[in-house]
């Protein structure tokens, strides 16, 4: 066999390898995008990690990718249970995913866990520094937040004319048209107090660098939750907007909330 010959066909070996390469790695995303990998799949995985001969450099831009179509697979029904958390521990272990590669997923992962687990009525219990809680009062939850007001952001005088005037005789001038202006008042929804939200199996906390409030549950008239803060109205009809720091946990203040008013507000 010539030399061309050999080289030929290393290159065509190399080339057959690359698309072997290619094709195990898209299949790994595949199979993990059901969220759960069967044990044929693992020892598929495996069989064929050892016959390409992968490195974990190989693995690198895959990996990741893997192990996010998994969790997009397991928080579509925005529940994630403690079997399904297990399997996305099992994925990471057999890609040996490296903590830094999927931090952020892992921050999703925690809060739709934490989330299931309070809507299954498991909430957590947490200590409150510098809040006095009454007897037999357990804080579930604490959110930053700020408290919301309508406040006049601006005044400014609008309208107002001295008209004009027009000489009618030598030394007599008529005026016309002159009119007196008004004050105009600007208001805007702005943060009044920096704060938490706490929410316990007794009452809403609301502690504040400026104003604080609370509320008994079992005197919380309303409770309308939106995309970025709550808005709680007592039974005397007094409304408080509140409004988180960070919007990503709405649903978990949303659920907590839910859980403390159904349980201990009857």
Known sequence: ??????????????REHAKDKKEF?????????????????IKEIQTRYKELELTQDDLRGVRAKAY????????????????????????????MIPE?????????LAR?????????????????PNVILQKGELAYWSEP???????????????GSQGF???????????????????????AVVPVSFGELIV???????????????IRLDKLLELNLYSDGVRLTDDKGKPRMVKFDDERNTDVVGATLSYAINRFAS
Do not use: C, W
């Not at 010539?2 to 190399?14: D, Q």
């Not at 830094?100 to 999703?108: D, F, G, N, P, R």
């Open 1 to 14: 066999m010539g030399f061309f010959s050999v080289i030929s066909e290393k290159i065509s070996a190399m």
């Open 25 to 41: 790695l898209a299949s790994l995303i595949r199979a993990a995008e059901d969220g759960k990998l069967t044990e044929d799949e």
């Open 68 to 95: 996010n179509a998994a969790l997009r697979a397991t928080k579509a029904d925005r529940v994630v249970t403690a079997e399904e958390e297990a399997e996305l521990v099992k994925l990471q272990q057999l890609l």
């Open 100 to 108: 830094s590669e999927i931090a952020k997923s892992k921050q999703e």
């Open 112 to 128: 739709l866990r934490l989330l299931t687990e309070i809507q299954n009525g498991n909430p957590p219990t947490i200590a409150v």
């Open 145 to 159: 937040a700020s408290i919301l007001e309508e406040r006049v952001v601006k005044r400014r005088y609008e309208g």
């Open 165 to 187: 005037s027009f000489r009618i005789a030598k030394g007599l001038s008529y005026r016309v048209g002159g009119h007196r202006g008004h004050i105009v008042t600007d208001t």
């Open 200 to 214: 316990t199996n007794k009452r809403v906390i609301f502690r504040g660098d400026a104003k604080s409030f609370n």
